[in-house]
C-alpha cells in the first residue's frame, strides 16, 4: 500500500499571494486531514473533508480553503498570503467509520516572505 | 474542549539512560491518547496509542506510556535511549480516531553522548 504524499516539500511564496498544496492520500482511505504546525509548535487542526465534503474546520479563517477529489486526494489552498502562514502543513488521510489511525505524509515547508 | 500540556519544552539525556516525557491532558469526556515521533525535517509517526483496556502501552523503538485516568495524564518512557532517539515527541488526544487530533506543543529530546 502506499503512504500519503504531499506536494511541494517545500515552497516559497510572497504576502498577498494565493498557494495550493497537495495531498494524496493512503491507498483506501476515504478521508483527509489538514494542520498548520508552526515553528516550535504542535501541529494545529485547519479542516478535514470526507467523501469530498468539509466535515470539521478548526479556528482559521476562511481564507484557508480546501477541496476533495473523487480519488480522495486533496488540495489546501491559501489566499491573501501573510508572513504568519509560514509553516509545515501536514495532511494526514484515514479510513472513517473503519476505526483506522491518521497517517500523515511528510508535509510542505511553506514560506511567506 | 479538549488540551492537551506537555510539560517540559525540552529534556536532555544521556545516551543509555532512561526517559521520561510528560503528558497531562484536559477533557471531559473519554479520549484516545498518542504519541507521535517527528524527526528532523519529517513529518509525524505515531509512536503508540491508548484506546482501550490494559493502562500500560508499548509502542515501536522500545517506548511505552500508562494512562493514568485519575491523574489525567499519559507519559512515555523509554528504560535506556540511544541517539537516534533524537526527534521531537507530540502527544495527542482525540475524541474517536477518524476525529481531529490535538495536539500538545511538543518535547524535544535531545540525546547527549
Known amino acids: 500500500e502506499t503512504g500519503v504524499t504531499q506536494s511541494p516539500t517545500h515552497l516559497i511564496k510572497t504576502r498577498g499571494q494565493q498557494v495550493t498544496l497537495r495531498c494524496s492520500s493512503q491507498s483506501g482511505h476515504n478521508t483527509v486531514s489538514w494542520y498548520q504546525q508552526a515553528l516550535g509548535q504542535g501541529p494545529q487542526f485547519i479542516f478535514q473533508?470526507?467523501?469530498?465534503?468539509?466535515?470539521g474546520r478548526g479556528n482559521f479563517p476562511p481564507r484557508f480553503s480546501g477541496l476533495q477529489f473523487p480519488n480522495y486526494s486533496s488540495e489546501l489552498n491559501v489566499n491573501a498570503l501573510e508572513l504568519d502562514d509560514s509553516a509545515l502543513y501536514l495532511c494526514?488521510?484515514?479510513?472513517?467509520?473503519?476505526?483506522?489511525?491518521?497517517?500523515f505524509g511528510q508535509g510542505t515547508r511553506l514560506t511567506v516572505v | 474542549a479538549q488540551s492537551v500540556t506537555q510539560l517540559d519544552s525540552q529534556v536532555p539525556v544521556f545516551e543509555e539512560a532512561p526517559v521520561e516525557l510528560r503528558c497531562n491532558y484536559s477533557?471531559?469526556?473519554?479520549?484516545?491518547l498518542f504519541w507521535y515521533v517527528q524527526y528532523p525535517n519529517q513529518g509525524l509517526q505515531l509512536l503508540l496509542k491508548?484506546?482501550?483496556?490494559?493502562?500500560l502501552v508499548k509502542g515501536i523503538n522500545g517506548f511505552e506510556a500508562e494512562f493514568n485516568k485519575s491523574q489525567t495524564s499519559f507519559h512515555l518512557r523509554k528504560p535506556s535511549v540511544h541517539i537516534s532517539d533524537t526527534a521531537e515527541y507530540f502527544c495527542a488526544v482525540t475524541l474517536s480516531r477518524d476525529d481531529k487530533i490535538i495536539f500538545g506543543k511538543g518535547t524535544r529530546l535531545h540525546i547527549l553522548p
Open positions: 491508548y484506546l482501550s483496556g490494559s493502562t
Open positions: 477533557s471531559s469526556v473519554s479520549v484516545y
Open positions: 473533508y470526507y467523501r469530498e465534503e468539509e466535515n
Open positions: 494526514a488521510s484515514s479510513l472513517a467509520q473503519m476505526n483506522t489511525e491518521a497517517f
